[in-house]
């Protein structure tokens, strides 16, 4: 583990990466790769000489596990299910998709089985991902390093390319349903004839540059904004807590408790924005206005 406190923050803030090498690269270690090798970085400047293609081993492994999590405490919240009294589990749950499904019914507009299962899990994904960032951030670390893993992070949300990837797939969903409800030629209508409109066809015309400029920097900007809301948030609460491990103990005490009992606030709050953004960009992917 690192020994001063640049170290020790560049140490904590710096991914498992697993990515290509490229040949003649001289490692940490002294050695020099005779051809192209994957394998994992042993340090920040490795990981940056990885490029495009490496891969986050971390943010995607607790991704994937606390994905998971969720679906295997839905399942069997769903499989214990009863008319009688009902357990803590399945009160939970019920509060959950309760929740969940007065805040859709409440935002959008149109007909589709598949935004309240997609905002369900839009929430609860990424609220279980922003909780890790309660984990005292030398636990996990110093357990995998004892296991001989240099590298981890565990809030898979304070990784951009995590929640990129995220809005990116919302951004797919926001096309598929503009296309398939408005048809390509009101897409493209609403991208060109708006906001600025005139009955003179000339200048119609005249307007369709402008137009495509003003509405493809908002269309662009939806997922690029909710990935850097969600990920800006976890990040500066993740940096905080690592600040305060460099304190002395007693004042750690005295400032972590606090700031992980409002954290948690700025945890749920960032999921509910996330999810709610969500349903609002599909909501106006339904709207036919013609």
Same mark, same amino acid.
């Given at each position: 583990m690192a020994g001063t406190a640049s170290e020790y923050i560049v140490h904590h803030l710096t991914n498992l990466t697993y990515g290509k090498l490229p040949a003649g690269y001289e490692r940490v270690d002294g050695t020099v790769l005779q051809e192209s090798t994957w394998t994992l970085a042993q340090n920040g400047e490795e990981a940056s000489s990885m490029g495009f293609w490496a891969l986050h081993v971390d943010s995607l492994g607790w991704a994937v596990f606390l994905g998971i999590v969720f679906l295997a405490l839905f399942r069997i919240a769903a499989k214990r299910a009863t008319t009688g009294v009902p357990g803590g589990l399945q009160n939970f749950v019920e509060i959950m998709v309760e929740f969940v499904d007065n805040s859709v019914k409440e935002t959008f507009h149109g007909r589709n089985k598949v935004i309240a299962p997609l905002a369900l899990t839009i929430?609860?994904?990424? $609220? *279980?991902? =922003? #909780?890790? +960032?309660?984990? &005292?951030? +030398?636990? #996990? &670390?110093? #357990? $995998?390093?004892?296991?001989?893993?240099?590298?981890?992070?565990?809030? &898979?949300?304070? +990784?951009? =390319?995590?929640? #990129?990837?995220?809005? *990116?797939?919302?951004?797919?969903l926001i096309i598929y349903y503009s296309l398939k409800v408005k048809g390509l030629g009101g897409f493209l209508g609403e991208l060109t004839l708006h906001p600025f409109s005139s009955d003179n066809i000339f200048l119609k015309i005249l307007l369709i540059p402008v137009n495509l400029l003003l509405e493809g920097v908002s269309l662009l900007a939806k997922p690029v904004s909710l990935a850097l809301r969600l990920f800006g948030n976890l990040y500066a609460g993740e940096l905080i807590f690592i600040l305060i491990a460099l304190l002395p103990l007693w004042a750690q005490w005295t400032l972590s408790v606090p700031w992980a009992i409002f954290h948690i606030l700025i945890i749920t709050l960032q999921a509910f924005i996330f999810m709610m953004l969500t349903i609002v960009y599909l909501s106006m992917a339904h709207e036919d206005n013609h």
């Open positions: 929430f609860c994904w990424v $609220f *279980l991902m =922003n #909780l890790m +960032d309660l984990v &005292p951030v +030398d636990f #996990l &670390p110093q #357990l $995998f390093h004892a296991a001989g893993v240099e590298y981890m992070k565990v809030v &898979p949300t304070t +990784d951009v =390319n995590i929640t #990129l990837g995220m809005s *990116l797939s919302v951004f797919a």
